[in-house]
């Protein structure tokens, strides 16, 4: 993804911390939701408070904010046209987005697992030690 507002897996918190040091209200970013993997999450600020709401992705590959029963949800073909829909006023969000704030870095990929393994390779370990009875 290119989106220069894409932070990739950062926290909340640190999501916070950027769009507080940019100070303006309508500052926005895009992460990865902590808590539903897949989804993504436009967080914005106003007033001081952080706004987040969750982008999901259907089985077209279209995007859409997740809605309130009853709220009609809208489409997009790439996160860039769903930004730029939210740029404008009266599109329902807490403050329409004003101030991309762009990564200064390649998006931060999920944690790995430790990939070393649990065991030792018994053929390359000069300490083998047989350890059931023969």
Not at 72 to 91: A, H, S, V
């Amino acid at each position: 993804m290119d989106l220069k507002e894409y932070h990739g897996s950062i926290s909340k918190q640190t999501c916070e911390q950027l769009l507080s040091k940019k100070g303006k209200d309508g500052a926005f970013l895009i992460r990865e939701s902590e808590t539903i993997q897949g989804a993504l999450c436009l967080c914005v600020l106003k007033h001081k408070v952080v706004y987040t709401y969750r982008v999901l992705q259907n089985h077209s590959g279209y995007y859409t904010l997740q809605t309130s029963a009853g709220v009609q949800e809208k489409f997009f073909k790439t996160l860039e046209d769903l930004i730029k829909n939210y740029k404008k006023n009266g599109e329902g969000l807490a403050m329409r987005l004003r101030h991309g704030v762009k990564r200064q870095n390649p998006p931060q990929q999920r944690d790995v697992q430790d990939e070393t393994p649990d065991y030792e390779d018994v053929e390359s370990s000069s300490e083998y030690v047989m350890v059931l009875p023969s």
